[in-house]
T-cell receptor, first 112, second 109 residues
Framework: KAGVTQTPRYLIKTRGQQVTLSCSPI?????VSWYQQTPGQGLQFLFE???????NKGNFPGRFSGRQFSNSRSEMNVSTLELGDSALYLC???????????FGEGSRLTVL | AQRVTQPEKLLSVFKGAPVELKCNYS??????LFWYVQYSRQRLQLLLR??SRESIKGFTADLNKGETSFHLKKPFAQEEDSAMYYC???????????FGKGTRLSVIA
């Protein structure tokens, strides 16, 4: 059974640009969550999607957005990038209604 | 709001010594508690959950509701235990999994 797949794995952007990250969940999982991981703040929750609906949203500015498609694949977008957005962005999937998440390897974003 | 606190950013122990990674949470109800681990160059993965009451890789964790703690313990540390450990809390319902900031465990040979 294939795990959670995230693309791209690494990317470099400059301030002001935008970026789109993609996540393919484990087959059968309908919930996709996104987290930002940084050395200082650990794992911070961005949002969760379930059956194409945003079910929860963390405390991030509106520049961070996401969506989920009918096949459960999810994308997150960050517009007007800032230096502080440099981080590892983790996607996790689950059946939903559980704290057991399955994580991808992450997309490492560097903003210059 | 739920909160998870891991007071130690870094914990260094010698191989064969006991290990205890501390985790405290704030929530008035009955949450589910988890420990996740991230080994070098590997993805974050579930280590154990309190409702399973299992021992995984020699690690155990007991939920203490009175002290609102869920400390992770292992009697004899191994070098392969070196990793980043995250404590996490989940409340049944449509809520996200909330993580602590993590503790890096370094086991010295």
């Amino acid at each position: 059974k294939a795990g959670v797949t995230q693309t791209p794995r690494y990317l470099i952007k400059t301030r002001g640009q935008q970026v789109t990250l993609s996540c393919s969940p484990i087959s059968g999982h309908r919930s996709v969550s996104w987290y930002q991981q940084t050395p200082g703040q650990g794992l911070q929750f961005l949002f969760e999607y379930f059956s194409e609906t945003q079910r929860n949203k963390g405390n991030f500015p509106g520049r961070f957005s996401g969506r989920q498609f009918s096949n459960s694949r999810s994308e997150m977008n960050v517009s007007t990038l800032e230096l502080g957005d440099s981080a590892l962005y983790l996607c996790a999937s689950s059946f939903g209604g559980t704290g057991e998440l399955f994580f991808g390897e992450g997309s490492r974003l560097t903003v210059l | 709001a739920q909160r998870v606190t891991q007071p130690e950013k870094l914990l260094s122990v010698f191989k064969g010594a006991p290990v205890e990674l501390k985790c405290n949470y704030s929530y008035s109800g009955s949450p589910e508690l988890f420990w996740y681990v991230q080994y070098s160059r590997q993805r974050l993965q579930l280590l154990l959950r309190h409702i399973s009451r299992e021992s995984i890789k020699g690690f155990t964790a007991d939920l203490n509701k009175g002290e609102t703690s869920f400390h992770l313990k292992k009697p004899f540390a191994q070098e392969e235990d070196s990793a980043m450990y995250y404590c996490a809390l989940w409340v049944m319902g449509n809520t996200p999994l909330v993580f602590g900031k993590g503790t890096r465990l370094s086991v010295i040979a």
